[in-house]
């Protein structure tokens, strides 16, 4: 799944493009596109034509358009898009081959089109109002790492309450988000922590030091767009990314740890491969 880098990365590309567009038609192809919206899918194609793309913002894995009016006035509307296994946002000519996997579609007034690819489905748009600068929908999803509001010191006190394993509680995106597997166990290689390790057994510096290595792993995989280790995850412009060139942990099972030359294993938490030093992240 798209983690926080790649939805960025998308978003950038989306904000790039479609910025001060209007929406001159909306179409949506497969009805799970719209399975979370009250009306379904004629409920998006009707109001979404005549608006203009005001931003594109991103909360953890979610994006969404901000919508106004010819003036561009605000409505306080936004079209959310969650890429979920597989969901792509490409920018296209109308001319181009249409894709097996094309579930919706926006024309804009400047002659391109943003195509919602999805070949596994899992994906959705959701038409709806915000609230304090976010969709309605995503007002439980935590502040994300690279948020300037996010304020590390409040998080770590809100981990060190928890007795879960420190991996779980970084997966879950009421605490802090846009974190999957991937990210999870790369910062935890770089902070130096068990996979597994009790977050109220970390100390407040330790939490905080996670957090900022969380952080740096996360403006690293931008500058090389994001992680990519199949066609499902591109840019808006069909490009993969090459984080994957860079990964200590992830993926790495059987390798030598860049840090100390121990072979990296492999256990599941909370269902989930997960990757990591034996020497280098000892349990405590």
């Known amino acids: 799944m798209p983690e926080l880098p790649e939805v960025e990365v998308v978003r950038r590309g989306l904000a790039e493009h479609t910025t001060g567009s209007t929406i001159v038609q909306a179409e949506v192809f497969h009805p799970?596109?719209?399975?979370?919206?009250?009306?379904?899918?004629?409920e998006i194609e009707i109001n979404l034509a005549g608006l203009k793309i005001s931003e594109v913002k991103r909360r953890g894995k979610f994006l969404w358009l901000e919508l106004a009016d010819?003036?561009?006035?605000?409505?306080?509307?936004?079209?959310?898009?969650?890429?979920?296994?597989?969901?792509?946002?490409?920018?296209?000519d109308p001319e181009a081959p249409r894709n097996?996997?094309?579930r919706a579609k926006l024309e804009l007034d400047d002659g391109k089109e943003v195509w919602f690819v999805d070949q596994r489905t899992f994906g959705y748009w959701w038409l709806g109002e915000l609230h304090d600068g976010a969709p309605t929908k995503i007002s439980h999803i935590a502040p994300d790492l690279l948020?300037?509001?996010?304020?590390?010191?409040?998080?770590?006190?809100?981990?060190?309450?928890?007795s879960k394993d420190i991996k779980r509680l970084l997966l879950e995106q009421e605490i802090v988000s846009g974190i999957g597997n991937i990210y999870a166990d790369e910062m935890l290689w770089a902070a130096q922590i068990h996979p597994q390790q009790r977050a109220d057994r970390l100390s407040i510096k330790r939490l905080e030091n996670l957090l900022e290595c969380g952080r740096e792993v996360m403006i690293k995989a931008l500058?090389?767009?994001?992680t990519s280790f199949d066609a499902l995850y591109v840019n808006v412009n069909g490009n993969s990314g090459y984080f994957s060139l860079s990964l200590n942990a992830y993926g790495q099972t059987g390798e030598p740890c860049a840090r100390c030359g121990t072979a990296i294993s492999k256990i599941v938490v909370g269902g989930r491969g997960t990757h990591f030093c034996t020497n280098c992240q000892r349990r405590r």
């Open 70 to 92: 010819a003036a561009l006035d605000p409505t306080g509307l936004c079209l959310l898009v969650h890429l979920g296994m597989s969901g792509q946002m490409l920018i296209k």
């Open 100 to 102: 097996p996997h094309l």
């Open 147 to 162: 948020d300037s509001q996010a304020d590390f010191a409040a998080i770590a006190h809100n981990l060190k309450k928890r």
């Open 223 to 226: 500058a090389q767009g994001g």
């Open 32 to 42: 799970r596109v719209a399975r979370n919206q009250l009306g379904g899918t004629v």
